[in-house]
């Protein structure tokens, strides 16, 4: 099992993920041109998808879906909510191989096992991921705003896992957003903060990650520094597990023993 992304930010986001011969992408927030170029950097093709599954319906996470899967032919997944939202717009669903997933239940991408998990964000019908093949778990968990008790428990025992480090609260609060901006970035159905990613990381199993990769970083209220600093007071032990991932070119694959 492996991972690896194609850029995590506000200006697109898409995490390739595969075990053994079934490649999956998580989101496709670049335009068709984009997505595919950003593909050829690792060898492959949209051919080469057996599926996209999308979170939710802001357009860094969709831009591209839809063209992509009208053109070549890849099956999108995604709950019924943000199939909704996307209705009739260009990023839009229709004439596509649509499936539905709801949260809690689990299904099958050829020999991946998938599992939607509900996330507060302000979305129509927002969720993450957490995938399963053999005995090995990786967890991508962005965009939700705070942390719930069924987030704690869905991700707490992962041997990979790409964690949401939005925002600095002290660089948000004097940075040039607007307040109303501000304030639903740093809100319950915003973000989740370096801090709040690091208290996440307090109830899980930390020990067990082979890696951990701080993702969605805002090039306006955050850096890698600060993200990392808060990170490792997390994770005292074995540091040298944990990157960010880039706007520009995400990360490389990672592999998952």
């Not at 709950?79 to 229709?94: D, E, L, N, S």
């Not at 939700?144 to 949401?164: I, K, M, N």
Request: hydrophobic share 35%; charged share 20%.
């Amino acid at each position: 099992m492996r991972l690896a992304s194609l850029g995590s930010g506000s200006k697109g986001n898409g995490t390739l993920v595969r075990a053994g011969d079934t490649l999956v992408l998580v989101d496709c927030g670049f335009t068709l041109r984009e997505t595919v170029r950003r593909l050829a950097l690792f060898g492959l093709a949209p051919e080469d998808l057996a599926a996209v599954l999308i979170t939710h319906e802001h357009g860094d996470h969709v831009r591209g879906a839809g063209a992509l899967a009208r053109k070549h032919g890849v099956p999108l997944y995604s709950t019924f909510g943000t199939a909704r939202a996307v209705t009739g717009k260009p990023a839009g669903f229709q004439n596509t191989l649509w499936r539905e997933v709801r949260p809690g239940r689990t299904f099958q991408v050829q020999g991946l096992t998938v599992t939607p998990v509900t996330v507060p964000h302000d979305a129509r019908e927002p969720c993450q991921y957490r995938f399963s093949w053999g005995d090995r778990e990786l967890g991508v968990l962005t965009d939700l705003g705070s942390l719930t008790p069924h987030v704690v428990e869905c991700y707490r025992e992962c041997d990979a896992l790409v964690l949401e480090c939005n925002h600095d609260p002290e660089l948000l609060a004097n940075g040039p957003y607007p307040a109303s901006l501000k304030r639903r970035v740093g809100g319950n159905f915003g973000h989740l903060s370096n801090e709040q990613a690091a208290t996440l990381l307090g109830h899980c199993n930390v020990d067990r990650l082979q890696h951990l990769v701080l993702s969605h970083l805002s090039e306006q209220n955050n850096t890698p520094e600060h993200a990392l600093a808060q990170i490792h007071r997390a994770v005292a032990r074995g540091q040298e597990r944990i990157r960010v991932a880039g706007q520009n070119h995400g990360f490389d694959w990672l592999d998952i023993h």
